[in-house]
């Protein structure tokens, strides 16, 4: 990394081709669309400037800071190679490129590594690991709180079905304080596949559910262990529980279940405590 602050460059005109990625951020999205994202907020930037050049590959392209934050982020500024530019702009341009008030001051532009098969993936964890599985998680706001809830309670890896969201929309990087950044994840393929793979990497998987068969605190600890958790309302089908070990947050009675993101918080710490993750 270079010791001398990315090159600056000011901002006029918010119709300036040089920022257009940013341009309508709450209206569009530009994952799936070359494969970049839009990250938001100084901890997010820490997080992509920690990120950047490190094994998993996510990079910045360009950064656009409201002028009066240029300063007081600098230290963070300086951690990005000095071929990244750096566009700073008004309150009044930015919140035009925007489309609504930034009040942050913050944005950036990365772009995603290419993903590795999950074969790869799993290859390439510790031998002990704990693994959240995520199957027709389609809210962004519950995706970025289990990937925050993950990196919390040393998940080694999150993995989601073709059914679940890309955690790289801006909203689930922002929920996620920017552990989508920092967790490894794998998106893709149908939950059947995801399992059989599971096993075939020795891990124990155990689905989340209020109809689950086994109390959450009877579970037996494994050095590998998988956590699956499925979409609010409808949850995980229910040929799919008959044909995989279930377990089950206590509750009181009379509600129907927990967030997903709660339920996977409550699942994650249980199980990293079991499995010596947790330091007292």
């Known amino acids: 990394m270079s010791e001398t602050r990315p090159m600056q460059i000011r901002v006029e005109n918010a119709d300036d081709p040089a920022v257009a990625e940013f341009r309508d951020i709450r209206e569009r999205d530009l994952v799936g669309r070359t494969g970049r994202f839009i990250a938001e907020g ?8 920690a990120a950047h050049g490190q094994e998993n590959g996510f990079r910045a392209e360009k950064i656009l800071v409201l002028e009066n934050r240029l300063a007081g982020i600098a230290d963070t500024l300086n951690r990005f190679p000095e071929d990244v530019p750096v566009y700073t702009a008004s309150a009044a341009v930015i919140d035009a490129i925007a489309g609504f008030h930034l009040h942050r001051g913050v944005l950036a532009l990365g772009r995603k590594p290419e993903p590795r098969p999950l074969d790869e993936a799993l290859t390439r964890l510790p031998e002990r690991a704990l693994v959240t599985v995520l199957s027709g998680i389609s809210n962004h706001d519950n995706a970025g709180a289990i990937f925050r809830n993950s990196a919390a309670f040393g998940a080694s890896l999150i993995i989601l079905d073709e059914t679940s969201c890309d955690p ?15 967790v490894p994840f794998h998106r893709g393929g149908s939950i059947d596949e995801i399992l059989m793979k599971l096993d075939r990497a020795g891990f124990a998987v155990w689905g989340l559910s209020p109809a689950g068969q086994h109390p959450l605190r009877d579970l037996p600890a494994s050095n590998r262990t998988a956590l699956l958790l499925g979409t609010e309302g409808q949850g995980l089908p229910s040929d799919l529980m008959a044909r995989i070990n279930t377990a089950r947050i206590a509750q009181m009675p009379g509600l129907d279940s ?9 699942s994650l710490h249980e199980m990293a405590h079991r499995m010596g993750l947790l330091s007292e």
Do not use: D, E, H, P
Request: glycine share 4%; aromatic share 4%; charged share 10%.
């Open 42 to 49: 100084t901890v997010v930037l820490n997080m992509l400037a």
């Open 168 to 182: 790289l929309y801006r909203k689930a990087i922002r929920v996620s304080v920017g552990s989508v950044l920092t």
């Open 258 to 266: 927990l967030n997903v993101a709660t339920a996977a918080a409550l």
